[in-house]
């Protein structure tokens, strides 16, 4: 059995009516039971695991739109973003992502040797910031 079955099955365990969205390099997936009902309601293609182990997903740049998809239906998901990750909220995922990304994109900055237009795009810095703070 693999590492990322055995944690799907140790959190249905714990929470059965939750779906859980694994990451696996660049998609997330959803496993057995999941699967079978994502790929229904997602109209994802369902391939094999293993040979018991139903599997189906979506490329990772897709996340907000099949995120959306599944809220609309009432489910409740969690994210694991790697195997040794705890499950989080859609939302916190979200959150955790975009800010990850916006701290990557102000650490690049080199305030000291800023171009003017350089500069006044820093306005866009300002906007995901506030963008953020649309989680809380």
Do not use: H, W
């Not at 859980?20 to 079978?36: H, K, Q």
């Amino acid at each position: 059995m693999s590492k990322l079955y055995e944690k799907y099955k140790t959190l249905k365990s714990e929470n059965a009516s939750k779906l859980y969205l694994f990451r696996s390099g660049i998609f997330y997936i959803f496993l057995d039971e999941d699967a079978i009902k994502m790929s229904k309601l997602l109209n994802l293609k369902l391939t094999k695991l293993n040979e018991t182990v139903s599997k189906c997903g979506f490329p990772v740049k897709n996340i907000d739109k099949y995120l959306n998809l599944i809220k609309i239906n009432n489910y409740e998901i969690d994210i694991i973003d790697s195997i040794n990750a705890p499950s989080c909220s859609s939302q916190d995922y979200l959150f955790y992502d975009n800010a990850k990304q916006f701290i990557k994109e102000l650490s690049n900055i080199d305030y000291y040797n800023l171009s003017v237009s350089e500069a006044f795009a820093l306005e866009n810095i300002t906007a995901k910031a506030k963008n953020l703070v649309k989680y809380f």
